[in-house]
């Protein structure tokens, strides 16, 4: 069966450094793609990016482009999003979905969610 | 960016209902628009996917419709376990973009 399995909670001071990991299993892990969607206390659904499993290809969103850097790793089937620069406004859970491969589209399997926080 | 935007933001239902979600986009999305469901403390779940696609395993009372800038979410008759947040999500341009959501309460 399809599993997203996402890294534990994390705590950073302002303009430190996350980096959030996001493992699947139980599909092709190079014919599909992951998509990034944050959520901040209380708020609705803000998508970040998506990265193709299968030729490495990105979309940022233009807001946090130059913060983010979105990768993966196909030996261990495993995505990775760092956020640098980190603000108040950061914090958040963030949460990586699969997706299509050829473009963002939707995310049908979603991780349980990796809470971040920013604070001093 | 492309605005989504749902009505209402919230509604009181009764168990068997007929619930509606409007979702309007600022400019023509075609058909690239998804639906989504997410109660607390939990991930969004893919409800609907082309605006009308039912997602595998998601329950037949759950449909969507429409096209451009007009969609529409509706549960045929309300289930205690629908009680949740909906959101809708434009996948036409990039950024993908979400409503702020509708919360349908007891």
């Known amino acids: 069966q399809v599993q997203v399995v996402q890294s534990g909670a994390e705590v950073r001071e302002p303009g430190a450094s996350v980096k959030v990991s996001c493992k699947a299993s139980?599909?092709?892990?190079?014919?599909?793609?992951i998509s990034w969607v944050r959520q901040a206390p209380g708020q609705g659904l803000e998508w970040m990016g998506w990265?193709?499993?299968?030729?490495?290809?990105?979309n940022y969103a233009q807001k946090i482009q130059g913060r983010v850097t979105m990768t993966t790793e196909t030996s261990t089937n495993t995505a990775y999003m760092e956020l640098r620069s980190l603000r108040s406004d950061d914090t958040a859970v963030y949460y990586c979905a699969r997706d299509l491969a050829s473009s963002p589209e939707r995310g049908d399997y979603w991780g349980q969610g990796t809470l971040v926080t920013v604070s001093s | 960016d492309i605005q989504m935007t749902q009505s209402p933001s919230s509604l009181s239902a009764s168990v068997g209902d007929r619930v509606t979600i409007t979702c309007r986009a600022s400019q023509s999305v075609g058909s690239y628009l998804n639906w989504y469901q997410q109660k607390p403390g939990k991930a969004p779940n893919l409800l609907i996917y082309g605006a009308s696609s039912l997602q595998s395993g998601v329950p037949s009372r759950f449909s969507g419709s429409g096209s451009g800038t007009d969609f529409t979410l509706t549960i045929s008759s309300l289930q205690p376990e629908d009680f949740a947040t909906y959101y809708c999500q434009q996948s036409y341009s990039n950024p993908l973009t979400f409503g702020q959501g509708t919360k349908v309460e007891i």
């Open positions: 139980g599909y092709t892990f190079t014919n599909f793609g």
């Open positions: 990265i193709s499993g299968y030729n490495g290809n990105i």
